[in-house]
Nanobody, 122 residues
């Protein structure tokens, strides 16, 4: 089973940018469809982006579409999330997880990282 470790979280001002990384070990990342989830205080964890193992196609929730970009570097065995035009409502703990997208929902399975805190505030 693949092990995942997120990094890159921190404090950013509204309108700013941040890039998260998710380093994989124990298996080759390109075997898996994988995505990003987040959990804000007092809310359920939600999936918002996924990249397919088969063709590299990407999916996004409406809340981040046009602002966030998911990508993977198979040579580095790492998943990325570029976040631009950030808003206070993006504040959450961000997780990477093996997952897939189907019918407007992101389904996690198998491995999770430990999470990284992202805070958007002035």
């Amino acid at each position: 089973q693949v092990q995942l470790v997120e990094s890159g979280g921190g404090l950013v001002q509204p309108g700013g940018s941040l890039r998260l990384s998710c380093a994989a070990s124990g298996s080759t990342l390109d075997y898996y469809s994988i995505g990003w989830f987040r959990q804000a205080p007092g809310q359920e964890r939600e999936g918002f982006s996924c990249i397919s193992s088969s063709d590299g196609s990407t999916d996004y929730a409406d809340s981040v579409k046009g602002r966030f970009t998911i990508s993977r570097d198979n040579a580095k065995n790492t998943l990325y999330l570029q976040m631009n035009s950030m808003k206070p409502e993006d504040t959450a703990v961000y997780y990477c997880a093996t997952s897939y997208y189907y019918s407007d929902y992101f389904y996690p399975f198998g491995s999770w990282g430990q999470g990284t805190q992202v805070t958007v505030s002035s």
